[in-house]
């Protein structure tokens, strides 16, 4: 998910009571659930889409679930130690307590790879054990409904608590109503994919959430060998599919491997085909984040190669 989405989930927690535990609690929280996404950096020195291959792997496995909640509470606690020793420490601050601090930065810290488990991107939840990747095809990697829900809450939360009133359960509430949407969208894709897979559905099928209406989904079906792959659209009503063009096909690509691009991109693509470019060459793209009309970091070109026909 989107690193809003991960802070108001920090920041929910916080205010559902969690940050009485100990003094810069909302920091730890806040803080703990983006953390994860500390492998942004490597483009700094990664070129092209190669950081494709880096993300959500290592930064979000079980060794940095453990590393990473000490790094935040040994910094909160270095910075508290370091305002004392400098006397700008605020007077009003009370004893920081490392043990709730470290414990608040690991709860936030595991609700970082479960949201990102959540969409069609994926997470590699068992980096460096294994580099499987895992998809829960629940919400669309941002949810609009969730930045309103949990934007609200915490508002609110904040506004009575500055006003003495009764501020944990509004962000209580929040989170209750907040699984209850992750479970209705789960359980309408699991309902569509049982729904496609009696009615004889090739299994290498994905069904995308789409932004805004969370009730809709996108299929991305893919079928033969070199795979090919065909878009279309279920909406709540259960209307038509649209059906977009296939494109050409893979084996050229795979022949490729040994290129830092083209491996980095076919290690994190779900559904990866080969599109023609106006000029005869072929771009390197996935169904997931499919626009015909973009070129973007999702793709990768290719001018040597020509594309094969279907």
């Not at 909302?26 to 700094?44: E, Q, R, T, V």
């Not at 709860?107 to 970082?112: E, I, K, P, S, V």
């Not at 949990?150 to 509430?173: C, D, Q, V």
């Not at 015909?292 to 793709?299: A, G, H, I, Q, Y």
Request: net charge positive.
């Amino acid at each position: 998910m989107d690193n809003l989405t991960h802070s108001l989930v920090g920041a929910l927690l916080g205010q559902a009571g969690l940050k009485r535990k100990t003094e810069l609690a909302m920091p730890a929280l806040i803080i703990g659930a983006n953390i994860p996404d500390i492998d942004a950096a490597c483009l700094l020195w990664l070129d092209g889409v190669e950081h494709l291959g880096f993300r959500r792997g290592i930064t979000h496995g079980p060794i940095a679930l453990v590393v990473l909640p000490l790094l935040v509470a040994g910094g909160l606690w270095w910075f508290d130690r370091w305002q004392a020793q400098r006397g700008t420490r605020p007077e009003a601050r009370l004893r920081v307590n490392f043990g709730w601090l470290l414990a608040l930065a690991f709860l936030a810290t595991l609700t970082h790879p479960a949201l990102d488990w959540l969409n069609v991107y994926g997470v590699r939840l068992l980096e460096p054990f294994s580099s499987r990747w895992f998809y829960g095809d629940t919400l669309f990697i941002i949810d609009v409904w969730l930045w309103a829900l949990m934007g609200f809450a915490t508002w609110f939360s904040l506004r009575r608590e500055k006003r003495g009133g009764e501020w944990m359960r509004p962000a209580r509430i929040a989170m209750a109503v907040g699984l209850a949407y992750i479970a209705l969208n789960s359980w309408n894709t699991s309902r569509i994919e049982r729904a496609l897979s009696n009615h004889g559905a090739d299994p290498h099928l994905i069904v995308s959430p789409l932004p805004v209406t969370f009730w809709d989904r996108e299929l991305i079906m893919g079928s033969g060998v070199p795979r090919k792959y065909e878009w279309g659209t279920v909406y709540a009503s259960w209307g038509d599919r649209a059906v977009r063009p296939q494109f050409c096909s893979l084996p050229s690509i795979r022949s490729l491997r040994g290129h830092p691009q083209v491996d980095a991109f076919l290690f994190w693509s779900r559904a990866p085909f080969a599109e023609r470019a106006p000029d005869g060459s072929v771009l390197l793209r996935d169904a997931r984040f499919y626009d015909p009309l973009s070129r973007d970091r999702f793709t990768v070109a290719l001018p040597d190669v020509r594309c094969e026909p279907l």
